[in-house]
């Protein structure tokens, strides 16, 4: 039995679009017109490697976090219910209304059906599905414990969740802030000031200098504004493209881990991740080479990244995690004796999950002082230039009796 993706026209002539499971197109098609539907298009929803590219499962499905959290917290509440996996699957796909989410798990049921392990048919998928959530389902399902890991997986992906979220939450109105300033001195040195100043341009008077400046940046913005701009673009895209060679990636890492802010930024927030992902696969019952291997894959800055497969191999020829840890030169304090206390009392993956949420509040201590500057720094920068714009304006207003 497979998926099978369809369009149909209802009772009252309306297409509609949905999924359903089934054993042949032609059998999909009775099923839909004993449900008072008129088939128009029935397609098979196959992750087999003969489709083509386009296909959506054959590109995998990106889920959000938001939407893999919900999943999994309902396939750990159906499976710990006692239902069996392959009904859960079915359950979770009716719960949902996306239809690629719908197609993913009626996808991930047959190849269930069709006899592979829970972790090998969302390896299907891995756009959905990373290493690490594959990892520990793989975990669960050889311990006879995929329930309680499920609900650890999602209390896992919902905290992170709530962590990206809360960030970018206090990072929005600094930032728009600043946009909504330079936006409004953009629009008035382009369009406001040319008006007030027109009147001293055809002076034989000399300007104060302010004066003179400020008509020299209107007259540069209004002449050359949108060609800034689409500069600035072509900057952005340039960038971007040549970040896509790994080694120039490399290179820009290792300087951001020598600048002073970003750094401290950088290293705790990967290291957080890490520690946190790390804690969770070793008490899932990951094995520690592989547990690194994969919590290594959530580190985004290369430097570090590259640091972790030293650790890897330090571990394999027999090092203990915190030398390793210590050894590498990247990583926190605190997460080493952590890894320490850890390994000394048997409690590691505890250990390292206090790390990781000591990590995750230092970060949101730094962001939040950095961006509680950064709001009334960007209110001094725009009182400050439109304070210049005013009194380039007055300063010839009031010696007007000279420009007569």
């Known amino acids: ?52 590219e386009s296909s959506l499962f054959r590109r995998g499905a990106n889920i959000s976090g938001r939407d893999l959290t919900l999943i999994t917290r309902q396939l750990s509440s159906l499976v710990n219910s006692g239902l069996p996996l392959d009904e859960s699957l079915k359950a979770a796909a009716k719960q949902h209304r996306k239809t690629h989410i719908k197609e993913t798990l009626l996808q991930v049921r047959s190849k269930v ?17 990373d290493n690490m959530y594959r990892a520990l389902v793989r975990a669960g399902e050889s311990a006879g414990f995929l329930g309680p890991v499920l609900e650890r997986l999602a209390d896992y992906t919902e905290s992170s969740q709530h962590t990206r979220q809360k960030l970018k939450m206090a990072m929005v109105y600094p930032f728009v802030l600043l946009a909504v300033s330079v936006t409004v001195i953009g629009l008035l040195m382009a369009f406001v000031v040319p008006e007030l100043i027109g009147i001293f341009e055809h002076s034989q008077k000399a300007l104060p200098w302010l004066t003179e400046a400020l008509i020299s940046t209107s007259h540069f913005i209004t002449a050359y504004g949108v060609w800034c701009l689409l500069g600035f673009g072509l900057i952005i895209v340039a960038w971007n493209l040549m970040m896509r060679a790994e080694s120039r990636r490399r290179k820009w890492h290792q300087i951001l881990l020598k600048t002073p802010v970003a750094s401290g930024v950088i290293i705790q927030a990967d290291s957080a991740r890490f520690a946190g992902t790390l804690s969770m696969l070793v008490g899932s019952g990951v094995p520690l080479l592989e547990a690194l291997n994969i919590a290594s894959q959530v580190l985004s800055n290369l430097v570090m990244r590259d640091a972790c497969d030293g650790v890897v191999v330090a571990v394999k020829e027999g090092s203990s995690l ?31 999950d206090h790390a990781a949420r000591n990590q995750e509040r230092e970060l949101e201590l730094m962001l939040g002082t950095a961006l509680a500057l950064l709001e009334p720094l960007t209110i001094v920068f725009m009182g400050g230039m439109i304070t210049v714009i005013v009194m380039a304006i007055l300063l010839p207003i009031f010696d007007l009796n000279t420009l007569v």
């Open 113 to 129: 059906l069709e006899g592979l392990s829970l972790a090998q048919a969302l390896g299907e998928n891995p756009r959905a599905f």
């Open 322 to 352: 915190h030398r390793a840890l210590d050894q590498a030169q990247v990583f926190p304090p605190l997460l080493v004796q952590m890894a320490a206390s850890g390994e000394a009392n048997g409690e590691l993956d505890k250990q390292l």
């Open 1 to 52: 039995m497979g998926a099978f993706s369809y369009r149909a026209l209802n009772a009252a002539g309306k297409t509609i679009k949905g999924t359903v499971e089934g054993d042949s197109e032609r059998q999909v098609r009775v099923q839909l017109r004993a449900q008072q539907l008129r088939p128009l298009d029935v397609k098979v929803v196959s992750a087999q490697k003969e489709q083509s």
